[in-house]
T-cell receptor, first 114, second 116 residues
């Protein structure tokens, strides 16, 4: 079955630690995205990538970093510089950019800072 | 900049009731419009979309019509079921100013609870 997988489902981090969230897709999509979801605030775009070895900042990129070394993978690192990292993180992909192309979402990773 | 405004939730209905969730938008260009649904503990799934004015998107009994004159994309369903309980997000995709990049802008979501 084609789709997007995210791991882990739940992640706990101590303050001051960096953590990396995994996102893999086997849909052969060019574009991939990372969103952050907070209660009552909808989804906010962190980073997106149109093609391998290229990515752009979204609306709330500070404290996050990404890489796109393979078409299938778009890992997100939450660094210690992110002041309030506790949130639900969603990865998505689309055939091209999201103009008319549906974005497919993974099941999400819930990150909690202890 | 682009923005999406949805009606505040939560919305609580009885089974077989009529559903409307209002959505209005502001955009600089000619956006595509989407409704996504999120079931508890899961990611988002596309429910329906419309890419130009007067288009009607429909799926699973849900409908929404792209109204350019009122900048709206209200979601409707004639008879809701308990299984429709979820969070519904309205979103738009518009070409960013001066460039060729598209991104999705989401509303804050509306929680729908349907009781038997």
């Amino acid at each position: 079955d084609g789709g997007i997988t995210q791991s882990p489902k739940y992640l706990f981090r101590k303050e001051g630690q960096n953590v990396t969230l995994s996102c893999e897709q086997n849909l052969n999509h060019d574009a991939m995205y990372w969103y952050r979801q907070d209660p009552g605030q909808g989804l906010r775009l962190i980073y997106y990538s149109q093609i391998v070895n290229d990515f752009q900042k979204g609306d709330i990129a500070e404290g996050y970093s990404v890489s796109r070394e393979k078409k299938e993978s778009f890992p997100l690192t939450v660094t210690s510089a992110q002041k309030n990292p506790t949130a639900f993180y969603l990865c998505a992909s689309s055939m091209g950019l999201a103009g008319v192309n549906e974005q497919f979402f993974g099941p999400g990773t819930r990150l909690t800072v202890l | 900049g682009d923005s999406v405004t949805q009606m505040e939730g939560p919305v609580t209905l009885s089974e077989e009731a009529f559903l409307t969730i209002n959505c209005t938008y502001t955009a600089t260009g000619y956006p595509s419009l989407f409704w996504y649904v999120q079931y508890p503990g899961e990611g988002l799934q596309l429910l329906l979309k419309a890419t130009k004015a007067d288009d009607k998107g429909s799926n699973k009994g849900f409908e929404a019509t792209y109204r350019k004159e009122t900048t709206s994309f209200h979601l409707e369903k004639g008879s809701v079921q308990v299984s429709d309980s979820a969070v519904y997000f309205c979103a738009l995709s518009d070409k960013s100013s001066g460039g060729s990049n598209y991104k999705l802008t989401f509303g804050k979501g509306t929680l729908l609870t349907v009781n038997p």
